[in-house]
């Protein structure tokens, strides 16, 4: 049976209130920095409206609650000693990327303007906003690095399974609390709008985004 612990540091399910604290301080950083799940939440947001934007803003907290789940139970440790492991992620984040990328180009440069965030959308719809809210967080290498080197040392195999599991539903919480306020931002007539006036421009620039991305994945791919 678990109870509060009021003395010192301690948190209600044995975990350090600093430790609490740092761990949500380094997630909240994570994943309010630029990468693959904020580009993929904005283009569902301003293409295809609120509603659907918020389905990509749970696939995404679903996704970094994929990275969560193995870092607490110890095998981020074995991804980075795994060489097929580490590659096989790799590989599948260049093809997700790729594959994002030809579909960026191939946008046409006229486009209709018109208002998405009345856009409803069907359920194939919303599970399509899903999975690439959760692919493009899921299958991220970098966030497997940083759950390596950022969350893994501050985690204590004393903490009990019931407080990393409280910890995790936390933090992905979180995540899909501050990917919905980009989607409310993304998903406004105005911003949308201008958006679509100027859609030839942003996604080129975000295809050289995925560009940079693939580049740099390909890259540790190659023999040192």
């Known amino acids: 049976m678990y109870h509060f ?69 110890g095998l981020a440790q074995l991804i980075e000693s795994n060489v097929w492991l ?42 399509t906003s899903f999975s690439q809210g959760f692919a493009a967080s899921a299958i991220n290498p970098n966030a497997i690095v940083f759950s390596i080197t950022m969350f893994a040392p501050l985690i204590s195999p004393e903490w009990t399974f019931f407080s990393c599991f409280v910890t995790l539903l936390w933090l992905c919480f979180n995540c899909v609390v501050i990917y919905i306020g980009f989607n409310l931002i993304f998903s406004t007539p105005k911003i949308s709008n201008y958006y679509f006036r100027n859609r030839y421009i942003f996604d080129r620039i975000i295809a050289l985004f995925f560009a940079y991305l693939i580049i740099c994945f390909v890259a540790k791919l190659l023999p040192e």
């Not at 209600?12 to 949500?24: A, D, G, K």
């Not at 380094?26 to 409206?49: R, T």
């Not at 260049?94 to 069907?122: C, D, M, Q, W």
Request: charged share 15%; with cysteine.
């Open 5 to 73: 612990k009021l003395s010192g540091m301690s948190l209600v399910f044995n975990i350090p209130w600093e430790s609490f604290l740092s761990l949500t301080i380094v997630h909240f950083f994570a994943v309010v920095s630029p990468g693959p799940a904020l580009i993929v939440q904005m283009n569902i947001s301003v293409n295809k409206g609120r509603k659907l934007g918020n389905y990509c803003a749970l696939g995404v907290g679903v996704g970094i609650g994929l990275h969560l789940l193995y870092t607490f139970l």
């Open 86 to 127: 580490s590659r096989m992620v790799i590989v599948m984040a260049v093809i997700y990327f790729s594959y994002l990328f030809r579909g960026l180009l191939r946008e046409p440069k006229a486009v209709k303007i018109e208002n998405v965030s009345s856009t409803n959308g069907t359920s194939k719809d919303a599970l």
